[in-house]
T-cell receptor, first 109, second 113 residues
Framework: DAKTTQPTSMDCAEGRAANLPCNHS???????VYWYRQIHSQGPQYIIH???NNETNEMASLIITEDRKSSTLILPHATLRDTAVYYC??????????FGTGTSLTVIP | EAGVAQSPRYKIIEKRQSVAFWCNPI?????LYWYQQILGQGPKLLIQ????????DSQLPKDRFSAERLKGVDSTLKIQPAKLEDSAVYLC???????????FGPGTRLTVL
């Protein structure tokens, strides 16, 4: 079962940063935080993952709190193409990905 | 690098009919996954292969669903006979090896009438 809590939906103005929160208060020490997104009628797309440290790649930044009980995915300059459902998943290596219902992000022109 | 390929993209059948879906993973990926995604929900794992062996099929309804990956490359998922509640998107994913990040195909949307 999903071990994360995310808001059902969020809006963000185009060009602004989108900050998507995720609560994972029961995370274990060996579990990573993964983020995927799913654009309408497509398969989920990997965005980023991390264990303890903050991570950044060409798509987004992942900020994990020091106690690891929550994290935030940051899309620095949201575009209309970032409109999607964003899934936050905690997972130990070798275990299943449990997808919850995610956050539906709408980028508004 | 080519992504995960799936076919068909859409399929409409009547209940009690049979249907098969095909997946070709990213070249060199040893692990292959089939997921079911019902409208409004996140994907749910059905079965996981490592090369041509089944690692986990605990959530596969084995009375009607079957899957194979005979040569350790592409895979087929079959439903026989289909029920109305099988209407969903069937997603295939692959990863370089067991436990690695998964990469998904576009999915097959099945409608059972």
């Amino acid at each position: 079962d999903a071990k994360t809590t995310q808001p059902t939906s969020m809006d963000c103005a185009e060009g602004r940063a989108a900050n998507l929160p995720c609560n994972h208060s029961t995370i274990s020490g060996n579990e990573y935080v993964y983020w995927y997104r799913q654009i309408h009628s497509q398969g989920p797309q990997y965005i980023i993952h991390g264990l303890k440290n903050n991570e950044t790649n060409e798509m987004a930044s992942l900020i994990i709190t020091e106690d690891r009980k929550s994290s935030t995915l940051i899309l620095p300059h949201a575009t209309l193409r970032d409109t999607a459902v964003y899934y936050c998943i905690v997972r130990a290596t070798g275990n299943q990905f449990y997808f919850g219902t995610g956050t539906s992000l709408t980028v508004i022109p | 690098e080519a992504g995960v390929a799936q076919s068909p993209r859409y399929k409409i059948i009547e209940k009690r009919q049979s249907v098969a879906f095909w997946c070709n993973p990213i070249s060199g990926h040893a692990t292959l996954y089939w997921y079911q995604q019902i409208l409004g929900q996140g994907p749910k794992l059905l079965i996981q292969f490592q090369n041509n062996g089944v690692v986990d099929d605990s959530q596969l309804p084995k009375d009607r669903f079957s899957a194979e990956r005979l040569k350790g490359v592409d895979s087929t998922l079959k439903i026989q006979p289909a029920k109305l509640e099988d209407s969903a998107v069937y997603l295939c994913a692959s990863s370089p090896n067991f436990g690695d990040t998964q990469y998904f195909g576009p999915g097959t949307r099945l409608t059972v009438l």
